[in-house]
């Protein structure tokens, strides 16, 4: 399987980041080994000073396709999921100062956190699902999938024509405003709605 993340899909984040806002979806890869295996505590890895959270609605892939059509993208998912994006923010920008991939600042072991369950698709609004972050019991993010730039259907008819997605792949969709650096001793909770759909501890 693969994950997919795209980047800068709400305009207040691109903004707090001080990005061009983007004519097409921009994805960029994590391995598989990015995985945090559920319930694990995220410990801040040794090469950066400054991990960030970003919080973020995941579509899992449950057919195979490429070039899906957007009218018919909503056939290839049928449970979405929340997960944080963790981003080395220093070497990011780094890699971006020298025009580098960023795949060294968003693809190291445990930098995708990904909720214990999946809700249907037909429990949810799409295009009106709100989400947020608490960290320390206290809201940080708070997002709705209606922001997003590029919708569920528009983000996979656009990455298929590049990519063969498969059964199982994720795709991250991207993060609000409100993104933040974690410190040892964190516990960052994740939610759809009212529910609850993960619980991390920083380490
Ligand atoms: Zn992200």
């Not at 956190?113 to 009106?128: A, C, M, P, R, V």
């Not at 259907?153 to 792949?169: A, H, L, P, R, V």
């Not at 795709?171 to 974690?182: A, D, F, L, S």
Request: hydrophobic share 35%; with cysteine; glycine share 8%.
């Amino acid at each position: 399987m693969k994950i997919i993340c795209i980047g800068r899909n709400y305009l207040n984040h691109v903004k707090e980041l001080g990005n061009d806002l983007p004519d097409e979806p921009l994805f960029f890869l994590k391995p598989d080994t990015s995985i945090q295996p559920k319930g694990h505590p995220f410990f801040i890895p040794h090469f950066s000073e400054d991990i960030h959270y970003e919080t973020e609605l995941v579509v899992r892939i449950n057919k195979t396709g490429k070039h899906i059509k957007e009218r018919f993208a909503h056939k290839y998912y049928s449970q979405i999921g929340l997960g944080i994006d963790f981003t080395a923010r220093d070497i990011q920008q780094e890699c971006k100062q020298k025009g580098l991939p960023w795949e060294k600042a968003k693809g190291f072991d445990g930098s995708a956190q990904i909720s214990k369950s999946f809700i249907e698709k037909s429990e949810l609004t799409l295009d009106n699902i709100p989400f947020s972050l608490e960290k320390n019991g206290e809201q940080v993010q708070k997002g709705n999938s209606k922001n997003m730039l590029f919708n569920f259907d528009k983000i996979i008819s656009y990455i298929s024509q590049f990519y063969t997605m498969k059964i199982g792949d994720l795709i991250y969709t991207g993060t609000p405003e409100g993104v933040g650096k974690v410190y040892p001793g964190d516990i960052l909770k994740g939610y759809i709605g009212e529910k609850e759909m993960f619980k991390v501890v920083i380490k």
